[in-house]
């Protein structure tokens, strides 16, 4: 197969499981699945993380070129899919995010793992969440903002439910990241979940960083803690985000840093002035779809990037 994208773009892969175990969050794809992408797109199309900077940096990529992303730093991802690119000799970027190393959580992936692991429907996990809103939220739902959200998230993402899209405007929109947290929480709570437990093993360690790093991948940014709108925050706290992110990355890996991708796909002009100017030469967004009605990769910090998901449905499904 080659790849039928008429521009260089990314691969975008986040949970990775087993053939024959269960998923470990919402969008996980199988270690067959994975593979089957691989050959699906054309391995003779996908450059190593170094080539693709190589020719990005003297404007030689090519329309069929491709490259793999990681984002979040997950070790699903070091122990499912790095097996798989070392019998292809492909290397990635993996973006990761750094608070985690230095004893942080970032919740979203543990609620993520929490919604799959603890509910048997993931609309049962969001019905749940909705139950504990409260009416003035839910009612917000009913208004012309959430239609002109989620008509500009189907466009970006045409995978996404209404739960889906119901779920995010209410995270991304309408409460504090201290109340969404608390709602969670809650429901965690109720079920008994126990965030430190599930939290001990989901991101990668510092030797496996190094070790990425080492093997030839680009160990790249995705902020310090992955905020839910990282473009809402101010010149400061944005350059905050990536400042720490880059120096921890630096620190583990020894080398200078010069790639990322968009937590979120959330960034605006602030965003890629300070990414610029920290030396950053490769940035990632999560859709396929031009910004701004630009083309469709506008600058080298808002390259494109493909989701597995809709690859997937591209596919013959006999083939996973």
Known sequence: MINSAQFPHGLMFHRAHKEKSTPCGQGSITDRAFESILHYVGLKNILSADEW?????HNKLNAQ??????DDGLKCQ???CLPILQKYNIKAFWFIYSSVFEKGLVKSEIYSYFAEKYFTDINKFFDTFFSNCGKTILE??????FEKYASAAQRLFPFYSTNDLRYRFIRNELLSQKKFESIIDKMMKDKRANIAKIAKNLWL?????KDLSARGHCVGLHSYTHPFKISKLSHKEQLSEYAKNYEHIKRICNKEIVAMSHPLNSYGKITLKILSNLGIVCGFRSNMVPPDQKKINPNCLEIAREDPVNILRKCNSKKF
Do not use: P, R
């Open 78 to 80: 070091y122990e499912i």
């Open 53 to 57: 900077l190589y020719k990005l940096k």
């Open 205 to 209: 360690t510092s030797l496996e960083l």
């Open 65 to 70: 070129d491709i490259c793999i992303t990681f």
């Open 140 to 145: 917000q739902l009913n208004e012309q903002k």
